[in-house]
T-cell receptor, first 111, second 112 residues
Framework: KNEVEQSPQNLTAQEGEFITINCSYS?????LHWLQQHPGGGIVSLFM???GKKKHGRLIATINIQEKHSSLHITASHPRDSAVYIC?????????????FGKGTKLSVKP | NAGVTQTPKFRILKIGQSMTLQCAQD?????MYWYRQDPGMGLKLIYY???????DKGEVPNGYNVSRSTTEDFPLRLELAAPSQTSVYFC???????????FGEGSRLTVL
């Protein structure tokens, strides 16, 4: 059983649409990372959050620790948002190496 | 700042050859990590380090070795390359408490 499940696996949207990517996990965590992997392969950290909500530009991340669920929202999507978005729960109460990565959601935004 | 620098970006090895993937960061981060990414799979932790002189195994350490003699450098060594080690390797670093991970650009390794 996968400890981290992301949905959807693939998502195609029209420019301007509101995007939601979901992440559910089965392990106890103290924080969760959202990462963006560009088509060229590079990985960028978007958020780390342990409760509530964080916003950066058109990106919003929310987490519900009790329900073991996090969402990443993109408002007014743009073709440059096309990338793979990766959810990674972390247990920083244990080892610093304890991140578990989802397989990612591949987003394609059409003009 | 250069951030996290990985070399080489691409490499083809023959079965049984050895090589070292280099990783260096100039942000004075204590924590450094090596991950591998296989097609359609999530990143898997190979080894990590919480400071100079300290390393520990991750989820998939077999076939690899690391060292951390300085804060800046965290090389990953493949001793006897096998086709199962064909993958994209990412080095990352972070500072305690900040949470933000900084990734290198990745190294694509093919073992034939």
């Amino acid at each position: 059983k996968n400890e981290v499940e992301q949905s959807p696996q693939n998502l195609t949207a029209q420019e301007g649409e509101f995007i939601t990517i979901n992440c559910s996990y089965s392990v106890g965590i103290s924080a969760l990372h959202w990462l963006q992997q560009h088509p060229g392969g590079g990985i960028v950290s978007l958020f780390m959050l342990s409760s509530g909500k964080k916003k950066h530009g058109r990106l919003i991340a929310t987490i519900n620790i009790q329900e073991k669920h996090s969402s990443l929202h993109i408002t007014a999507s743009h073709p440059r948002d096309s990338a793979v978005y990766i959810c990674a729960p972390a247990d920083y109460g244990g080892s610093q190496g304890n991140l578990i990565f989802g397989k990612g959601t591949k987003l394609s935004v059409k003009p | 700042n250069a951030g996290v620098t990985q070399t080489p970006k691409f490499r083809i090895l023959k079965i049984g050859q050895s090589m070292t993937l280099q990783c260096a960061q100039d942000m004075n981060h204590n924590y450094m990590y090596w991950y591998r990414q296989d097609p359609g799979m999530g990143l898997k932790l190979i080894y990590y380090s919480v400071g100079a002189g300290i390393t520990d195994k991750g989820e998939v350490p077999n076939g690899y070795n690391v060292s951390r003699s300085t804060t800046e450098d965290f090389p990953l060594r493949l001793e006897l390359a096998a086709p199962s080690q064909t993958s994209v390797y990412f080095c990352a670093s972070s500072y305690p408490g900040s949470g933000e991970l900084f990734f290198g650009e990745g190294s694509r390794l093919t073992v034939l």
